[in-house]
């Protein structure tokens, strides 16, 4: 029997095999960062916790028994290491600020200066913090719902309603361009 490519790069990992590292970061790295950077709205914080999350694994791996994905491993890590992150950070305006909330007027006329994808990466950012997780893990990293739940540790029920109240929200928020873009 043929073990799974999983498998097989955790076990270079577990030999130190610097090879199987380099691949794991090749495939993870991008995707991983990008989550921190949308969960902490800071490119340097999504580089510490990238940082932190490797070298974790470098020292754990031996803990992964293959029962997940070593996707939703890596994920499970690199999540914990955004919230404590969050929480080290002095005083911050959070993005789930009833007041940020709110979507502009949709006959505003959107800023000059702000293209769409700005917009939406924006209006990301704003999303309350599960919701933003769990619609980046699906829609950004292709993660399944039941990945996205173990990372999460929630139903995967809560994983799909969190996607469908993310996009409502994004559609709501960027109503503003369905002109432009029409």
Known sequence: MTDSP???LA???????EQAFEQLYRIYGDGLY????????SAADAADVLQETFVAVFRRIETWRGEGSLKSWLYQIAVRFAYRARKRRPYTVDFEDEATTQPPAVNDPPPAEMDFRAAVDTEIRRLPTRARMVFVMHTVDGMTHGEIAKVLEVDEGTSKSQLHYARSLLKRRLARFERELA
């Open 6 to 8: 999983e498998s097989e």
């Open 11 to 17: 076990e270079g990992l577990r030999r130190g095999d």
């Open 34 to 41: 990008h989550l921190a950077e949308r969960m902490l709205g």
